[in-house]
């Protein structure tokens, strides 16, 4: 149980254009998920905290401009980089929870902008 | 934003020997989970502490929470090559939905 899925599981894009990343709770309704990335030899830095039907909270620092989430359901959350730079290159990780506090994560996104 | 403190930062050890890790914190945490992630994975979730003081095994893995809720450890037992990658520490408080993670460690197992 507990299984979250992620796709794509890797993406290259020019620069420029957006790239949408979808996470999803296969096995159990996700009351909120969350949007990590993390660069290489580095742990996990939080984007982002999305309920179902409400607008996400960001973390300070990250532009939400930039990086739109959407939570249509209990089982799917999106993010959105729009206008990718090379910059946004990194590995992006949803997690998702539902009753205790134990989030499980997807098995990330890994983009490559050019 | 907050880290705890993990340590050590790389472990390389011989295929057999025993690994100790460990979580501390200024501040008190309400749960501990313990994650192991492989390179270009996501982390998946080793072991869940809800309580100070709890002691949790899975397999050659236990976990404890620390009796002053500051910290928690992660033993493994006659490791083997599979066990090579990040393991990364996360605390919750009660306030809001957000772990707090650990710096990782960084386990490498030679045959």
């Known amino acids: 149980g507990a299984v979250v899925s992620q796709h794509p599981s890797w993406v290259i894009c020019k620069s420029g254009t957006s790239v949408k990343i979808e996470c999803r709770s296969l096995?159990?309704?996700?009351?909120?998920m969350f949007w990590y990335r993390q660069f290489p030899k580095q742990s996990l830095m939080l984007m982002a905290t999305?309920?179902?039907?409400?607008?996400?909270?960001?973390e300070q620092g990250v532009e939400k401009d930039k990086f739109l989430i959407n939570h249509a359901s209990l089982t799917l959350s999106t993010l959105t980089v729009t206008s990718a730079h090379p910059e946004d290159s990194s590995f992006y990780i949803c997690?998702?929870?539902?009753?205790?506090?134990?989030?499980?994560f997807g098995p990330g996104t890994r983009l490559t902008v050019l | 934003g907050q880290q705890l403190n993990q340590s050590p930062q790389s472990m390389f050890i011989q295929e057999g020997e025993d690994v100790s890790m460990n979580c501390t914190s200024s501040?008190?945490?309400?749960?501990w989970l313990w994650y192991k992630q492989d390179p270009g994975e996501g982390p998946v979730l080793l072991i869940a502490?809800?309580?100070?003081?709890e002691l949790t095994s899975n397999g050659r893995l236990t976990a404890q929470f620390g009796i002053t809720r500051k910290d928690s450890f992660l033993n493994i037992s006659a490791s083997i090559p599979s066990d090579v990658g990040i393991y990364f520490c996360?605390?919750?408080?009660?306030?809001?939905?957000?772990?707090?993670f650990g710096g990782g460690t960084r386990l490498m197992v030679k045959p």
């Open positions: 502490l809800y309580k100070a003081g």
């Open positions: 997690s998702a929870k539902w009753a205790t506090v134990t989030q499980y």
């Open positions: 501040s008190i945490f309400n749960t």
């Open positions: 996360a605390g919750f408080q009660n306030a809001g939905n957000m772990l707090t």
């Open positions: 999305s309920n179902e039907g409400s607008k996400a909270t960001y």
């Open positions: 096995d159990f309704q996700a009351t909120t």
